[in-house]
């Protein structure tokens, strides 16, 4: 399966004012090895951001911290909560704007892939909406590369 197989073009609604950008990725990999790269610090800090403290279970404190920074020089922190935990199925967390809530989802293996279904809700507008899924595409990139072992996927 290529990159651009594994990656479905995203998709930006709004519901009740507030935005839902959705992914759905098909992933050649096993569940314990996608669930790794979505639901811990190392899996991460290897296609996203710098998850300290990361605190894996509801209510635990994140800190999402990219390792590049915006236009405007400041590091892009972004500070929450774990707000839906269920092992290799759902990891989601909550963390100032703007990206308020992210949601990773695992479906069981359907043959030789898993699919991970990925929302992000937050408020914006069309441009915004239309900027956070080209940066989104650019992670998945990232992160099926990773998941692939090419450690220069790693962000900069």
């Given at each position: 399966?290529s990159?651009?197989?594994?990656?479905e073009?995203?998709?930006?609604?709004?519901?009740?004012?507030?935005?839902?950008?959705?992914?759905?990725?098909?992933?050649?990999?096993?569940?314990?090895?996608?669930?790794?790269?979505?639901?811990?610090?190392?899996?991460l800090?290897?296609?996203?951001?710098?998850?300290?403290?990361?605190?894996?279970?509801?209510?635990?404190?994140?800190?999402?911290?990219?390792?590049?920074?915006?236009p405007?020089?400041?590091?892009?922190?972004?500070?929450?909560?774990?707000?839906a935990?269920?092992?290799?199925?759902?990891?989601?967390?909550?963390?100032?704007?703007?990206?308020?809530r992210?949601?990773?989802?695992?479906?069981?293996?359907?043959?030789?892939?898993?699919?991970?279904?990925?929302t992000h809700?937050?408020?914006?507008?069309?441009?915004?909406?239309?900027?956070?899924?080209?940066?989104?595409?650019a992670?998945?990139?990232?992160?099926?590369a990773?998941?692939?072992?090419?450690?220069?996927?790693?962000?900069?």
């Open positions: 399966m990159q651009a197989d594994a990656i073009r995203g998709t930006c609604e709004t519901r009740d004012g507030t935005r839902v950008l959705r992914f759905t990725l098909r992933l050649p990999h096993p569940v314990p090895r996608v669930w790794a790269a979505v639901a811990s610090s190392g899996g800090r290897s296609w996203l951001a710098v998850a300290e403290p990361f605190e894996p279970r509801i209510g635990g404190a994140i800190t999402l911290r990219r390792l590049s920074t915006e405007e020089g400041e590091a892009d922190d972004a500070s929450g909560t774990v707000t935990w269920d092992v290799e199925r759902v990891a989601e967390y909550t963390v100032g704007a703007p990206h308020s992210i949601r990773f989802h695992l479906e069981p293996p359907r043959g030789d892939h898993v699919v991970l279904r990925f809700e937050f408020r914006g507008d069309d441009a915004r909406c239309a900027d956070r899924i080209v940066a989104w595409h992670h998945f990139e990232r992160l099926v990773a998941l692939a072992g090419d450690r220069a996927a790693e962000p900069s």
